[in-house]
C-alpha cells in the first residue's frame, strides 16, 4: 500500500546552517507531494507542494523537488533560522483524496 | 476568517465515559478527515467524509464513530474511551474535485483517558 518514510529526527543544528530532511514515498502513479509544519501547541500547516514529476515546491526559504526516479521529495532551506523550529511532516494525497503522513521530524535550531 | 476550530482543546476523561469532540469549519469544504497523533507515529486518518451523509474509515478506525448531518460539522464520538485512545486529535477540512485544495487543520484536542 501507499507509504512515506521520512527521516528520524530529532535534528538539531545551529542558526544558518543547511537542512535536508529526506522523504520517500510508495504508491500507485504519481501522487501530489506535500510538507507540512507544525510549529509547538499548533496544528499542521502547508509548507509546499508539488503536484507532478520534476516539480519544485517553494516557500519561506524551503524547497522541494519531484523526483520519481528516485521515489522522493527531500525538504531543502540554505539558512535555517531559529523560528524554522517546528515539526516537519512528508505526505501524500491517495487517489481516494486522503493524506498520508510520514512520523514526523523534529527541527530545532540554535542560535 | 478560514478556520477549523475543535472543541474542547484539553479533555481529561475516564475509561468508559462517552465523550464527543467537535469539529466545525467555516470554508463551505466538501472533505473532512479526524487524526490522530502519536509520538513516533506521526498522523494516521480515524475517519474521513467527502460529503453530507458520506463517511468512510481511514487506517485507525476501531473504537471511534463519526457523523456528517451539515456540511460544516464533522463531530469524533468516543463511545467508551479507552486509555490507548490517548492521544493528540486533528480535525482537518479541504475542497475537492478537480485541482489542488490546501487541507486546513483545526489546532488539535488532547485527550487523557485514564
Known amino acids: 500500500g501507499d507509504s512515506v518514510t521520512q527521516m528520524e529526527g530529532p535534528v538539531t543544528l545551529s542558526e544558518e546552517a543547511f537542512l535536508t530532511i529526506n522523504c520517500t514515498y510508495t504508491a500507485t502513479g504519481y501522487p501530489s507531494l506535500f510538507w507540512y509544519v507544525q510549529y509547538p501547541g499548533e496544528g499542521l500547516q502547508l509548507l509546499l507542494k508539488a503536484t507532478k514529476a520534476d516539480d519544485k515546491g517553494s516557500n519561506k526559504g524551503f524547497e522541494a523537488t519531484y523526483r520519481k526516479e528516485t521515489t522522493s521529495f527531500h525538504l531543502e532551506k540554505g539558512s535555517v533560522q531559529v523560528s524554522d523550529s517546528a515539526v516537519y511532516f512528508c505526505?501524500?494525497?491517495?487517489?481516494?483524496?486522503?493524506?498520508?503522513f510520514g512520523k514526523g521530524t523534529k527541527l530545532s535550531v540554535k542560535p | 476568517e478560514a478556520q477549523v476550530t475543535q472543541n474542547p482543546r484539553y479533555l481529561i476523561t475516564v475509561t468508559g465515559k462517552k465523550l464527543t469532540v467537535t469539529c466545525s469549519q467555516n470554508?463551505?469544504?466538501?472533505?473532512m478527515s479526524w487524526y490522530r497523533q502519536d509520538p513516533g507515529l506521526g498522523l494516521r486518518q480515524i475517519y474521513y467524509s467527502m460529503n453530507v451523509e458520506v463517511t468512510d474509515k481511514g487506517d485507525v478506525p476501531e473504537g471511534y464513530k463519526v457523523s456528517r448531518k451539515e456540511k460544516r460539522n464533522f463531530p469524533l464520538i468516543l463511545e467508551s474511551p479507552s486509555p490507548n485512545q490517548t492521544s493528540l486529535y486533528f480535525c482537518a477540512s479541504n475542497g475537492a474535485g478537480q485541482g489542488f485544495y490546501e487541507q486546513y487543520f483545526g489546532p488539535g484536542t488532547r485527550l487523557t483517558v485514564t
Open positions: 470554508m463551505n469544504h466538501e472533505y
Open positions: 505526505a501524500l494525497r491517495r487517489s481516494q483524496g486522503n493524506l498520508i
